[in-house]
């Protein structure tokens, strides 16, 4: 309920413009008086202030007075009071007055002033000279010309003084009534014309929202843009940061870039920046950041009909590519049972033949054969690698390859030392991932062949496959790397596109890196550190495209 009453009590934006235009119109109004005030009493002054000294210059002049005021005693006679009000009416004056030469009022309109000295504000300055001027009587502010009076014989007899009082402030209010007015109205009508064309603009710009709707709105929108799992980037035209959420942060390592900041200078990890900038839109665009598996998307942005920017979502697949790593190595694993299941049932089947046709001795050549190549495949490869799980798997995937048809060229000069357990772990997911994808590559082709090299410097780990298909055909060799891309046909669409993209992760999570060319078929060169690079490490290596050349080959 009170949330309701305080929405109802909200001022619409049309009322806040229109409460605005009033106090700017008020203040303009106050401007307006106080001008229309000051210019009123600038003319005052300066038309009552001629007014005045001419009255006073035309009482000095007076015959009467320059004869009389001489001998003039305060109170005795009414000839100059007389003409002092003659001139008082006829002028329009407040007060005239009279003061001989000693300083004491003669005759004047105001009667408590006669038979006293002249007020001082009165006879300031050279009283030999004409003086106009502002005084202060009795707490009244006059406005007062001052003329001397000289005698026949041209001796100053004293002072001639003509007041007109200022007007009072209703006076005055009332002098600049037609200016306030004026301007009320011309003021008005505009602020008003104004604040309504104003308001209609405003209203069309923020789809007739309100400012609480819109702040609303903004607050629940960033509520939701950081409460979203997936990361947001978006880069305006000039490849500036406008949007980083939580998420963002997090999974770039971003904790401390502001909003605003240019793209391109926030990192100096290529795939990044490729995929926030680069020309074509990112459609499930694969980056390793760290030690994170990303998968990125990226679209414009529109207004208008016009773009104004882009904006990039970011997923986090690394656990889901390590589900998929063990997932692969459950298939493998089942794939070699089979493959070995199928081996063995020929090879019994053949003992089996020959068993009843009485051909014993034939029978245990055979045994003995099967016994001895495969005595030698395991020595050659486990005196060469040096880790078990891996020479495992090249045996392996040696009985798969000569099930499909194929024939397994080890070349295992060089050889693998000791690894640890997580390498060990690596090295199967890269040389399985490879293998398989060599096998499929040639599968069905005529004199098919697939070449594996395993070259180990101490520091890093060279792995390269090559097969005799027909090698990547796409324009963009690198895209195959990205996840869902595929050659393959739909028949297991939903386990295409991740083995290589899993592989590539795990070389970029190691400090290497992975990548193709297409020499009379397709050469895969892989590289792993044997120590993985921290999680804070920069950009991950370059691929180390070294050729084996050794001498100890295996062939299957």
């Known amino acids: 309920m009170a949330d309701h009453a305080s929405r109802q009590r909200r001022v619409s934006l049309a009322g806040q413009l229109l409460v605005l235009q009033l106090l700017v119109l008020l203040g303009v109004l106050a401007g307006v008086l106080w001008l229309s005030i000051g210019q009123s009493l600038q003319s005052f002054e300066a038309l009552e202030g001629r007014r005045a000294l001419s009255a006073a210059e035309s009482l000095a002049a007076t015959p009467l007075v320059r004869s009389r005021l001489p001998e003039a005693r305060p109170g005795e006679g009414a000839a100059l009071p007389a003409v002092l009000e003659s001139v008082r009416s006829v002028s329009g004056l407040t007060e005239a007055t009279l003061v001989d030469d000693a300083g004491v009022v003669i005759a004047s309109s105001d009667a408590t002033l006669r038979g006293h000295p002249a007020p001082a504000e009165f006879v300031r300055g050279d009283a030999r000279r004409q003086w106009t001027g502002t005084a202060t009587v009795a707490g009244r502010q006059l406005l007062v010309a001052r003329v001397p009076v000289f005698d026949d014989a041209g001796r100053r007899a004293g002072l001639a003084i003509a007041a007109r009082e200022y007007p009072g402030w209703s006076e005055r209010l009332s002098a600049a009534a037609p200016d306030l007015a004026l301007a009320l109205t011309v003021c008005g009508v505009i602020g008003l014309s104004g604040s309504w064309l104003l308001s209609r603009r405003l209203k069309r710009q923020t789809l007739g929202m309100e400012p609480g709707e819109i702040a609303a709105l903004v607050e629940h929108r960033e509520a939701l843009l950081h409460g979203v799992k997936e990361g947001v980037v978006a880069v305006d035209l000039a490849e500036r940061i406008t949007v980083l959420n939580d998420a963002a942060r997090e999974l770039l390592g971003w904790a401390a870039v502001p909003l605003g900041a240019p793209a391109r200078e926030t990192t100096a990890d290529d795939a990044v920046v490729d995929v926030l900038l680069g020309p074509d839109d990112a459609a499930d665009r694969t980056i390793v950041v760290g030690d994170r598996l990303l998968v990125a998307n990226r679209r414009p942005i529109t207004s208008h009909g016009r773009v104004i920017g882009t904006v990039t979502t970011l997923r986090d697949r690394t656990e889901l590519f390590e589900l998929e790593d063990q997932l692969g190595a459950t298939r493998t694993a089942t794939g070699l049972l089979r493959a070995q299941t199928h081996e063995f049932a020929n090879q019994l089947h053949t003992v089996a033949g020959l068993i009843q046709l009485g051909e014993t001795d034939s029978a245990l050549r055979f045994v003995n054969g099967v016994s001895t190549d495969r005595s030698l495949l395991v020595d050659a490869v486990t005196e060469r690698i040096a880790d078990p799980p891996l020479a495992a798997l090249l045996i392996a995937k040696s009985s798969v390859a000569g099930e499909r048809g194929v024939a397994l060229d080890l070349d295992l000069d060089a050889g693998l030392g000791p690894v640890d357990e997580g390498l060990s772990r690596d090295l199967i997911t890269v040389v399985g991932n490879l293998i398989d994808n060599a096998l499929d590559a040639v599968s069905g082709t005529p004199d098919a062949m697939v070449g594996v090299d395993v070259q180990d410097d101490g520091v890093r780990v060279l792995i390269t496959v090559q097969d005799t298909g027909p090698g990547v055909a796409t324009a963009d060799p690198d895209r195959i790397f990205d996840q869902g891309f595929s050659t393959k046909t739909s028949e297991a669409a939903g386990g295409r596109g991740f083995g290589l993209t899993l592989t590539r992760y795990v ?49 299957v």
């Open 507 to 555: 070389c970029r999570r190691r400090g290497g890196d992975v990548a193709v060319t297409t020499v009379d078929g397709a050469v895969f060169t892989a590289t792993l550190r044997r120590e993985p690079l921290p999680p804070d490490t920069g950009r991950p290596g370059q691929s180390d495209r070294r050729s084996g050349t050794g001498k100890d080959r295996v062939d």
